[in-house]
């Protein structure tokens, strides 16, 4: 499988930004999808996931980001509103064929796309 994350950019808190993730290469619908960021210095950190189960949030995150995905588009949307700085962060998208959606349960990671929201 392959990841191809875009959408990130330089918005201003409080604003918002449409992460997308489009993966090719096996069947889509067949993976859990999720997304995770980097700061600098910090580790990289669960934000959202969505599988047939239904879908997660780490708590930092809860009530303003939204995770969605189009299995005819084979793309995984993450929507993020009420930004603030300290989610500034690379943002991974990462697919696995296992259950849950961790840094250890990832088969594949799509390359990062730079968020930085100032303040």
């Known amino acids: 499988v392959q990841l191809q994350a875009s959408g990130g950019g330089l918005v201003q808190a409080g604003g918002s930004l449409r992460l997308s993730c489009a993966a090719s290469g096996r069947t889509f619908s067949n993976y859990g999808m999720g997304w995770f960021r980097q700061a600098p210095g910090k580790e990289r950190e669960f934000v959202a996931a969505i599988s047939r189960i239904g879908t997660y949030y780490s708590d930092s995150v809860k009530g303003r980001f939204i995770i969605s995905r189009d299995n005819a588009k084979n793309t995984v949307y993450l929507q993020m509103n009420s930004l603030k700085p300290e989610d500034t962060a690379v943002y991974y998208c990462?697919?696995?064929?296992?259950?849950?959606?961790?840094?250890?349960?990832?088969?594949?990671w799509g390359k990062g796309t730079q968020v930085t929201v100032s303040s």
């Open positions: 990462a697919a696995t064929s296992r259950v849950g959606v961790t840094t250890s349960t990832v088969d594949y």
